[in-house]
């Protein structure tokens, strides 16, 4: 299916009387004509005449917006120019096609194509006027989807001002790979140029310094003495606390020292045993009379 109609925005690459060529964002180059007025050309018929006076306004190089239609041809319906919003400026992008006097730019912000023309320098050609031949020259440095950094500004169309060569300020580097020391203002502590902020921190740890104002350990600061129990400097009371009362009668009744089982009374075994002084009876056969 043919589509019969769209816009598109790009950058006019040609142009002739009744026609213009348009290479779009997308890369794809296309010829557009004037649209067709009348008949044939022998009954009058010709080319819309507006077109061809918008026609001769434009500027090829610049970015254009397109409103197109198809009738057996691309025909332009409208086209109208595009120029930056600023006369003058600095772009950061890639290189997508180069020519013998300019170069297409895609920006690394917008990601918009821009054709970029050396600046003409010396008047007209009848006396000599030519794009500037060192920018001319500078084309060859660069290839296509290589990086380039360029000054411009804006001249009926993109100018290019001035190259800009990256230099090895515009590297970055990261914080922790450090800063170079000028010269003189060298490190009485160290011979190196280069430091890391990791490489200052002190090897020993900061907590060995602190003396401390009381022992390491609680239980330290209990006073004791040479293979002693700590527990024995624990007061203690010879009265158990639930015989409560009467302290005299705590000291009558304490314990004694000894063995407690040494002070029960000795008890004479012979007489203790009442069978002891029982006299034992005799054989009872010894009782029975004799015939």
Do not use: C
Not at 55 to 82: A, M, P, S, T, Y
């Amino acid at each position: 299916m043919i589509k019969k109609a769209g816009n598109l925005k790009g950058i006019l690459n040609a142009k002739g009387d009744a026609w213009i060529e348009v290479k779009e964002d997308q890369g794809l180059l296309e010829r557009y004509l004037a649209p067709w007025q009348g008949g044939s050309p022998a009954r009058g018929g010709g080319f819309d005449l507006k077109t061809l006076d918008v026609f001769k306004e434009l500027v090829v190089g610049n970015r254009v917006q397109l409103d197109w239609f198809w009738d057996g041809h691309l025909r332009v319906l409208k086209v109208n120019k595009i120029k930056p919003f600023n006369k003058s400026g600095f772009l950061n992008g890639t290189l997508i096609q180069k020519g013998d006097k300019w170069i297409d730019v895609e920006s690394e912000k917008s990601f918009v194509p821009w054709r970029f023309y050396a600046k003409w320098v010396g008047g007209m050609p009848e006396a000599g006027g030519s794009y500037n031949p060192t920018t001319l020259a500078f084309f060859d440095k660069f290839n296509v989807n290589e990086p380039v950094r360029i000054v411009w500004s804006y001249d009926h169309r993109p100018r290019i001002e001035r190259f800009i060569e990256q230099k090895k300020e515009d590297v970055f580097v990261p914080f922790y790979e450090g800063k170079t020391i000028p010269i003189g203002e060298t490190n009485s502590q160290t011979d190196k140029t280069k430091l890391k902020p990791f490489d200052q921190i002190p090897s020993t740890n900061p907590f060995d310094h602190v003396v401390p104002s009381i022992p390491s350990s609680p239980f330290d600061q209990t006073p004791r003495s040479v293979n002693a129990n700590p527990f024995d400097s624990v007061n203690q009371t010879s009265s158990n606390p639930f015989e409560g009362g009467n302290k005299d009668k705590q000291k009558t009744n304490s314990p004694p020292s000894g063995n407690p089982f040494d002070s029960a009374p000795k008890v004479n075994r012979k007489e203790a045993n009442p069978f002891e002084n029982v006299p034992l009876p005799g054989n009872p056969f010894d009782t029975v009379p004799e015939n």
